[in-house]
């Protein structure tokens, strides 16, 4: 590299670190105005307690450095501000270590600089004469009553602070200062103060006797907080805070040393706590004393009704546990605000919502844990369409009664980056004609880490300039079948209703049972029956093929659906009670009445019902499998399994599942219709299965009765006869 490009590479590194150091200096002033100021004084005290501790050691003599060091500490610091008292008392005890040091050495100019130092810091310095030897307190001795003299002070009030600054007179008046003249300062609150010069010897002790004049009385508040706002008449006073040797039960105190006779409203304020109001009077010039005030922390309560043992409770984040009380539901005390409730239990699901606590109020919240659908997000490029679709299935879903609707929008990009998914490709393959694979697979195993649903929402707008239509991607957690069900849904709103259907819709049901084949013909007068069940309710009832039906309970009926829902209307008020359904028939033998009393079937999913979200039916069905109290067959719950996952490719799972199936014998749907699954799954897992699928098929054929979806449903023999054909 020439001489040039060496320069210029390292003008461009030098460049280049002091940008870097320019922001690391912005950054550090933006992140430092919020911190405290450092105490120069407490990051000296490790200095002085090293050098203590080496003095108490055999290596006393190395005592010497620390302490010398913990002086040139003092001093650097002193030029910033005047050292407190307690570095006072550990200057003292320097000069005091250090003299014996020396004095051991054999140091004598030493000792007699340490030991004058000591006294000028604290005259009154009293040393333990057990920890010396009688030669070094004999000197200390001399010393002192050399450099050292006292005067004694008689002032009324006797309680009156008699000080020549840090040194303070014993409470019998005796004050003990350097030799030499000082100015000495008497107060006391609520008095006048007074200064008098005095002159200190070795051979003179002189006596004052000072009277202070009253000027107002004296009110001390004593709070059981700190830092306590304290106004009197609405104006600002001060703040408590700790004094020498408080009581613990009175921590904080705020003396008030100027007020006149007279009625005060005395007020006590905290941030976080209750105002304190009283009215304080002053009756004359004296002291009075107020406290100790506790503050009351301001709160609010949330009361948790129905709340499910296990359940985790966290406000904002932060895990909690609520209080108990005999009697009374679980609640919790919250400092005022806003709060993300968030209640997650292993099995029963979530609860949030969002709180705002007032204080001293109470809300009451019905506690219904649901497992929770979680919404990935809005994609695509017209912002304004995405937020209209969150609105509308935040507005649609929140309401439902099966599942907790919760927002984690923010995780849908981040999970598809991870999934390696991009927007165009799911509106592609929503998009007719344009399917390709996308890693449904890999995208359901990020959604259970990042943002750990049942089911889960991803919508995509049919256009990122401007959308008309979202397409809405419903999927399952593992292990349901990962494949999704696709609705389209109109900004204009009109669909969300139809979505929350799906959702609300339960797979478990039934409908009547009847017992005969009837077919809309246009000559016929009503339904027209073609085939009766031997045994059925409509053989039993005396119906015949031929019939033709007009009317139930009176009703005209005119075509099959109509009669079928009227029939399933009356479930629950004559199938299940027993009643009978009055029929009026015509036949070429001329009218009749017949009494009907009809049963009921359960239903099964087909695997294209347009109108139902498979992936909430897998959910619902896997709850059903885990539930302890329903009362649904389980060859039910089991044929519906089948379904959902032959409808998700879930060759497996569908297999796993039906083999397990039991269903009851001889009943119309049953074991024909798992036959036929069987044979369908085992048809699509490959030819090396071909041949147990083919006797599956063969005896879902030799069934004549046999039925799909429910009793009344399609004879299973002719599809079965179907799928042999193009299986042989």
């Known amino acids: 590299m020439r001489r040039s490009d060496l320069r210029l590479v390292l003008g461009w590194i030098a460049a280049l670190a002091l940008v870097a150091f320019s922001a690391a200096v912005a950054q550090q002033q933006v992140e430092e105005e919020d911190l405290p100021e450092p105490d120069v004084w407490e990051e000296i005290i490790p200095t002085y307690v090293e050098a203590e501790k080496v003095f108490n050691s055999r290596s006393q003599p190395d005592s010497l450095a620390l302490f010398d060091e913990f002086l040139r500490q003092v001093d650097a610091n002193r030029a910033v501000e005047e050292p407190p008292d307690e570095i006072h008392r550990l200057l003292a005890n320097t000069y005091f270590y250090r003299a014996q040091v020396n004095f051991n050495l054999g140091r004598a100019d030493e000792v007699q600089a340490d030991l004058d130092r000591l006294l000028q810091v604290e005259p009154g310095f009293a040393m333990d004469r057990t920890l010396v030897s009688s030669k070094f307190a004999e000197l200390f001795d001399r010393i002192k009553k050399e450099r050292v003299g006292s005067a004694i002070f008689a002032v009324d009030p006797p309680d009156a602070e008699v000080a020549v600054g840090r040194w303070k007179a014993a409470p019998d008046g005796v004050i003990l200062l350097p030799i030499g003249a000082h100015v000495v300062t008497i107060e006391r609150p609520g008095y006048s103060s007074a200064e008098q010069e005095v002159t200190i010897s070795a051979s003179n002790v002189p006596t004052f006797e000072l009277a202070l004049e009253r000027l107002a009385a004296v009110l001390t508040v004593y709070t059981t907080q700190e830092d306590v706002e304290i106004r009197i008449d609405g104006a600002p006073r ?131 844990l649901r497992p929770p659908l979680v919404l990935l997000g809005v994609l695509g490029g017209d912002e304004q369409s995405a937020a209209r679709v969150k609105s509308l299935l935040e507005t649609g879903l929140s309401s439902l009664s099966r599942y907790a609707f919760i927002d984690r929008a923010s995780a849908g990009q981040p999970i598809l980056a991870a999934a390696g998914v991009e927007a165009r490709g799911l509106r592609e393959f929503a998009q007719a004609g344009t399917r390709q694979a996308i890693p449904w697979d890999r995208i359901r195993v990020e959604a259970d880490q990042r943002a750990k649903g049942v089911l889960y929402l991803l919508a995509v707008l049919s256009d990122d300039l401007l959308a008309s239509r979202a397409h809405v991607f419903v999927f399952p957690q593992a292990p349901l079948p990962a494949r999704p069900d696709v609705v389209d849904l109109s900004l204009a709103g009109e669909d969300v209703a139809r979505l929350k259907g799906l ?80 029929l009026e028939v015509r036949s070429t033998d001329g009218a009749r009445e017949l009494a009907l009393g009809f049963g009921t079937s359960p239903v099964i999913l087909g695997v294209r019902d347009t109108g139902v979200l498979y992936s909430a039916a897998a959910h619902q069905l896997q709850a059903e499998t885990q539930s302890t109290e329903s009362l649904v067959p389980k060859w039910v719950v089991g044929l519906n399994q089948g379904v959902v996952h032959l409808r998700g490719g879930d060759l497996q799972g569908a297999i796993r599942v039906l083999r397990e199936v039991r269903a009851p014998a001889g009943a119309r749907l049953g074991q024909g219709m798992v036959d036929y699954l069987m044979g369908l799954a085992l048809t699509s897992a490959g030819g090396e299965y071909a041949g147990t699928a083919r006797e599956f098929l063969e005896r879902a054929a030799a069934d004549p009765e046999a039925r799909l979806y429910h009793a009344d449903g399609p004879f299973v023999a002719p599809r079965a006869k179907a799928r042999l054909r193009v299986l042989n």
């Open 503 to 582: 959702f609300e819709a339960s797979v478990i049901v039934e409908r009547a049972t009847f017992g005969a084949v009837l077919v809309d013909a246009p000559t016929a007068a009503g339904p027209l029956v073609v085939h009766v069940t031997e045994g059925s309710p409509a053989h039993a009832a005396g119906l015949r093929p031929g019939d033709e039906i007009v009317a139930i309970e009176g009703t005209p009926v005119t075509s099959t659906s109509a009669f079928h829902a009227a029939l399933d209307e009356r479930v629950e008020s004559h199938a299940k009670t027993g009643r009978i359904v009055p």
């Open 238 to 368: 001060g703040a408590t805070a700790p004094y020498p040797g408080a009581d613990p039960a009175q921590g904080s105190r705020l003396v008030l040393d100027d007020l006149q006779p007279g009625t005060y409203e005395l007020g006590a304020s905290k941030e976080g706590f209750r105002d304190y109001l009283a009215r304080a009077q002053v009756a004359e010039l004296r002291d009075y004393v107020v406290g100790p005030i506790e503050l009351h922390p301001t709160a609010g309560v949330l009361v948790l009704r129905d709340l499910p043992p296990g359940t985790a409770v966290r406000a904002n984040g932060e895990l909690l546990t609520p209080q108990f009380t005999a009697g009374s539901p679980p609640q919790l005390t919250l400092t005022p605000g806003s709060y993300r409730l968030a209640l997650s239990h292993p099995d029963l699901g979530l609860y949030e919502a969002d709180v705002v606590v007032e204080d001293q109020e109470t809300e009451t919240l019905a506690i219904r």
